[in-house]
């Protein structure tokens, strides 16, 4: 169970470093326009936005990563950075583009339930 959690984990900070290089420098580039069906005039408009919130996905990989990196006792930077995924998931999910449900917020939401259920199963057998 924790090498599941940790591998989603991982691969939920790995979507953010990606949605940060997508946001912040490829908006408006092809793959970006692609990524995010935006058209060149729209891109180009809030390229300086998407900067933004390219450095808040950036922001939740590395506490993710930091949580990785701490080991046994990274378990609450994990639970924290993936609930402000989940959170942010589900309101980009609402507010922008429902898809970012099933893209950000599910992994994340997965990622959670397996994290406190390692830990718990841990705890178990300590």
């Known amino acids: ?48 936005l998407a900067a933004n919130q390219g450095l808040y996905n950036g922001f939740l990989a590395a506490g993710l990563i930091w949580g990785l990196a701490r080991k046994d006792d990274g378990f609450p930077l994990q639970v924290f950075f993936l609930g402000c995924v989940v959170v942010a998931g589900i309101f980009g999910g609402i507010t922008a583009k429902p898809s970012i449900l099933i893209v950000q ?10 994290t406190l259920l390692a830990q718990r199963q841990t705890e178990e057998h300590k």
């Open 105 to 114: 917020a599910a992994p994340a939401l997965i990622a959670l339930v397996l």
């Open 1 to 48: 169970m924790k090498k599941a959690a940790t591998a989603l984990v991982a691969l939920v900070a790995i979507e953010h470093l990606y949605i940060l290089v997508l946001e912040m420098f490829l908006w408006t580039k092809p793959a970006g326009l692609r990524a995010f069906g935006l058209t060149p005039e729209f891109a180009e408009q809030t390229a300086v």
